[in-house]
């Protein structure tokens, strides 16, 4: 991994190797305007991999939890205690 300093530091170069096929979607995408760019289409598809994989570890994280007895109960008790706190709200807040 190469790490290029930029003025926030919130960015990395990094060096990858990608099917030829998918480049040139990309590049086919980007050429029609559906993306602005190869490179920002890249991002947002690991913008949304990574949200994928963490709703996906998070839901197993859930499954696992919700077999203990004791996580249960504590979530269920505390669900009641806010019960008539959550009905005073109409909508999101």
């Known amino acids: 991994m190469i790490i290029?300093?930029?003025i926030s530091n919130s960015s990395v170069r990094y060096t990858t190797v990608l099917p030829v096929k998918?480049?040139?979607e990309l590049k086919k995408l980007a050429s029609q305007n559906v993306i602005s760019s190869v490179?920002?289409?890249i991002r947002a598809a690991i913008e949304m991999f990574l949200k994928k994989a963490k709703y996906d570890h998070y839901a197993q994280e859930m499954a696992q939890a919700s077999q203990d007895k004791r996580f249960m109960?504590?979530?269920l008790e505390t669900?009641?205690?806010f019960e008539q706190a959550d009905s005073e709200v109409s909508?999101?807040?």
């Open 73 to 75: 109960k504590r979530t």
């Open 4 to 6: 290029v300093p930029t």
């Open 22 to 24: 998918d480049v040139e």
């Open 39 to 41: 490179n920002n289409g």
């Open 91 to 93: 909508g999101e807040w």
């Open 79 to 81: 669900q009641a205690d």
